[in-house]
Nanobody, 119 residues
């Protein structure tokens, strides 16, 4: 099992940047693929970005491609989401999630961190 704790959220003006972090504890972090998801008020949770276990492959939602970057530091047991050129529509609670190699599904979730982008 793994525990996930997100940090780095906050209030930022449109066009600004934030970097989210997700610290993991528990089983070997390198055995997990990781993802970031977000949920805006009144909307369903949606996929934002994902990264493979060793960090060699990344995936992005079309809405954030070119603006967000996901990275993974297995030595620090941390996954990051660098968010640039933020827009008001990026406002949401952002969650990180871990996908163990045994299941291939996102079985573990953090508590979320609020990101608010003002216009």
């Amino acid at each position: 099992q793994v525990q996930l704790v997100e940090s780095g959220g906050g209030l930022v003006q449109a066009g600004g940047s934030l970097r989210l972090s997700c610290a993991a504890s528990g089983r070997t972090f390198s055995s997990y693929a990781m993802g970031w998801f977000r949920q805006a008020p009144g909307k369903e949770r949606e996929f934002v970005a994902a990264i493979s276990r060793r960090g060699g492959t990344t995936y992005y939602a079309d809405s954030v491609k070119g603006r967000f970057t996901i990275s993974k530091d297995n030595a620090k047991n941390t996954v990051y989401l660098q968010m640039n050129s933020l827009k008001p529509e990026d406002t949401a609670v952002y969650y990180c999630a871990a996908s163990p190699v045994e299941t291939g599904t996102y079985d573990y979730w953090g508590q979320g961190t609020q990101v608010t982008v003002s216009s």
